[in-house]
């Protein structure tokens, strides 16, 4: 990489239902690469954007009974969306594209033109399983069990006449690329890569790249009725955003080809093999890099609701700050691996490292600034080599062991880095005893200055190299420990000394506020039962019964209405009302009926209700009843609910409903 220009993108996101924390894993890795490029002083180009064709837009925009570009506009652009929660997260990407975008799709009816003219695309007919969740199409030995081999789901027959990418023709150069250079990492991914795809039985398989069964794409505009596939689309955007294709942007002689594109490992194929093949087919330089992170999983599996999890990442935010949650990501698992979700980790990885080892250190510090000095240390130093020179000298070099981890993108352990300088400093903390110091500030006052001194300055090269990750608490750390802005740049990240001698502190609000655990989780489960409360439908009905009864036979039920008289509820059951009922023959009829739970004994007297009289009497808690009182019930929220029928007051008792 040179080091004035960096290019990095996230893939580009389906607009195609609620976001997830997981969501948000690749792009928080890649703002955090972007913004640490822009702290080493590159020109950053961070490209995010939605790619919002193919057919599983098309049929969630059918059933949602709207245009797919009004679904898809609505997705990308209302509260909650994609623009929305990058916003949340704190994303501070360059350019946003969208595969819909005009200047996109003319592009790409170019390119799809041009591989056509140098023969690398030509016309055939396609037989295979398509998975249409992922808009991919199999050969049977590709299938696991029967099934999808990147989501799992059930596959279709499916065939068409279809364009195919001559990507066989391109094998040797691609096994090459991913075998004898770094351009896919984890090297974990590579063998499966090849192995699973290139020297596979048949070898890599030409690919379709057009479809004719659904019309929700950009155009083969010298064929009508075939779309791109939504792939060959989708990837060119890291290129056309640039100004590949079109006169909208002129960037491509900067920045391609890309740094870095970051993915999920399960479009790692995409990435590592079909990319670098249309690129070569273009006769276009290849990406530098291409990184396939894990997924974040909840109970083992990448999609599903995390069960007994909380993963809005609007409400997670809203409970721990946004920061917090960019840095639990990426310090807790290795970017290359998968990693489990739990809002236990998270509650346990902010009281551990913000708020116990960093939140400590910076209010340990700033608040002794105060008590002991003010706020404003004096101008002389004494130091003790014997305390001090251990952890200066592992503070300077800490700029360079992150740097190594990070332009490895191991986030993790650049993180991890960070933190043995935290926990050091706090231990110096203990070594030191400013308290004890304090106590004689004639003998140790400027000692006491030196200390206090010495923490301020790890505590700014930390916080310069944890801004990335977490950019507004870093603000604040900076704002509270007296860094001004040539105290905040990379290059003071490597020098020790930065801070005034008489640097002046203001201890402000606890950035990292501890968290009770078992009354968090308690507070979570509770807002998931109500979110799962709200999410039950309003009002629901049983749906009619299907089988018939003949008219003779309904007609034998016989309907009176009939006048309450008195209502009891029935000793020792808390279900059971006992009704006495006038019911126009002259003698009191008895009905018990289970609906406690609805009425009042006292509300139903004087009303006029339907009751069933010619059922066969039976007993209840010891009495009788002699029919059935006639409700209604639905279910609202997911609680039963019960209304009695009640009738005008001036039906006489007795009088027979048919
Ligand atoms: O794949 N953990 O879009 P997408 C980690 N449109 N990462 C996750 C995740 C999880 N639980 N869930 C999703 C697409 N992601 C294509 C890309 S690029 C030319 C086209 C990640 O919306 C996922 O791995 O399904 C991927 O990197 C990103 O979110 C977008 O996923």
Known sequence: MDNKHFYITTPIYYPSGKLHIGHSYTTVAADVMARYKRLQGCDVMFLTGTDEHGQKIEDKAREAGVTPQQFVDDIVTAPGGVLDLWKLMNIQYDRFIRTTDDYHVAAIQKIFRKMHDNGDIYKGSYKGKYCKPCESFW???????????????????????????????????????????????????????????????????????????????????????????????????????????????????????????????????????????????MDLP??????????????????????????????????????????????????????????????????????????????????????????????????????????????????????????????????????????????????????????????????????????????????????????????????????????RTWDSAAKWGVLPADVQVHKGENLFPRIDMAKELEELDRIMEEAKKAALPAIEIEPQTEEKVDFDTFCKSDFRAVKVKDCQQVKKSDKLLKFTLDDGTGTDRQILSGIAKWYAPEDLIGKTLVAIVNLPPRKMMGQESQGMLISAVHTEKGEERLNLLMVDDKIPAGAKLC
């Open 286 to 487: 290849l990406p530098k890099k291409v990184y396939g992170h894990g997924w974040l999983n909840f109970n083992g599996d990448k999609m599903s609701k995390s069960k007994g999890n909380v993963v809005d990442p609007y409400l997670l935010s809203e409970r721990y700050g946004v920061d917090a949650l960019r840095f639990f990501v990426l310090r807790t698992f290795p970017f290359g691996s998968d990693g489990n979700f739990t809002n236990e980790l998270l509650i346990q990885t902010i009281n551990t490292d913000l708020a116990n080892d960093l939140g400590n250190l910076v209010s340990r510090t700033t608040a002794m600034a105060e008590k002991y000095f003010g706020g404003k240390l004096p101008g002389a130093r004494q130091a003790n080599p014997e305390l001090d020179n251990s952890l200066v000298s592992l503070v300077t070099g800490l700029c360079s062991r992150y740097e190594e981890q990070m332009e490895k993108f191991q986030f993790q352990n650049a993180l991890e880095e960070i933190f043995k300088v935290i926990q050091r400093a706090n231990k110096y903390i203990d070594e030191n005893a400013p308290w004890a110091l304090a106590k004689d500030m004639d003998a140790n006052g400027v000692r006491l200055g030196t200390v206090l001194y010495n923490l301020l300055e790890t505590v700014r090269i930390c916080t310069v190299l944890l801004t990335p990750f977490m950019p507004d608490s870093c603000g604040k750390i900076f704002a509270q420990t007296g860094a001004d802005a040539a105290a």
């Open 139 to 281: 050969t049977e030995s590709q299938l696991v069990d029967g099934k999808c081999p990147d989501c799992g789901r059930e596959v279709a027959d499916a065939e068409e006449e279809a364009y195919f990418f001559r990507a066989s023709k391109y094998a040797d150069r691609v096994r090459d690329l991913l075998l004898n250079t770094d351009f896919l990492e984890p090297r974990s991914r590579v063998h499966e890569m090849v192995n699973n795809f290139i020297d596979c039985e048949g070898g890599l398989q030409d690919l379709c790249v057009s479809r004719t069964s659904f019309t929700w794409g950009v155009p083969v505009d010298f064929d009508p009725g075939h779309v791109v596939y939504v792939w060959l689309d989708a990837l060119f955007n890291y290129m056309t955003a640039l100004g590949y294709q079109n006169d909208k942007y002129s960037d491509l002689e900067k920045f391609w080809p890309a740094d870095a594109h970051f993915v999920g490992k399960e479009i790692v194929r995409f990435h590592a093999i079909y990319w670098p093949a249309f690129l070569m087919s």
